[in-house]
């Protein structure tokens, strides 16, 4: 009984006080339309690894919403993003592809990094490891699990303003 409560608590403590949660193998993504996120749509600014972020989402158009993200370090391009929500049969998935300033890609051409959908809940989206949270409609908060050149994985917080 012990043991058994140590490995309980064990295995909640990493996500205790998270913004982000796993999908976990075996699930089915939920039913959601991209009318449950089309209030990600638009530009928004923030800081973030030093540097001024932007990313600026399009309205839902032709089962997507596209993206572009931007990273400026010094006065430079440091990342880029592209990507977009798709609506797939009857669920979302976060696409995206990763550039370096000079648009050389990061990923195999035919390849991209994939966030199936977890659950929506009230003003929060949660992909795998990538949550969308809506403060107002004016700010939004994008929480996403980075792993670490050591292997470890680290949850960071975007804060963007209209």
């Keep these: ?10 295995a909640y403590l990493p996500s205790f006080g998270q913004n982000t949660i ?33 990313e600026i989402w399009s309205p839902p158009l032709g089962d997507s919403m596209m993206f572009v993200f931007k990273l400026v370090v010094d006065d ?6 592209v990507g977009h929500i798709r ?10 592809k990763h550039f370096n300033g000079n648009l050389t890609g990061w990923e195999e051409k035919d390849k991209t990094v994939d966030f199936k959908l977890v659950k929506i809940e009230g003003n929060k989206v949660y992909f795998d490891d990538f949550t969308f949270e809506k403060i107002n409609d ?12 050591n292997g470890s994985k680290e949850e960071v917080a975007f804060n963007y303003k209209k």
């Design 138 to 149: 004016s700010e939004i908060n994008i929480y996403v699990v980075l792993e670490q050149k």
């Design 87 to 96: 609506q797939e049969e009857e669920s979302l998935i976060l696409r995206l």
């Design 76 to 81: 430079k391009v440091a990342l880029y993003e």
């Design 22 to 54: 796993s999908y976990t193998d075996g699930n089915t993504s939920p039913n959601a339309t991209l009318a449950d996120v089309s209030w990600i749509a638009g530009h928004w600014k923030g800081e973030a690894f030093g540097g001024i972020t932007e």
């Design 1 to 10: 009984m012990k043991w058994t409560l140590i490995l309980l608590l064990t």
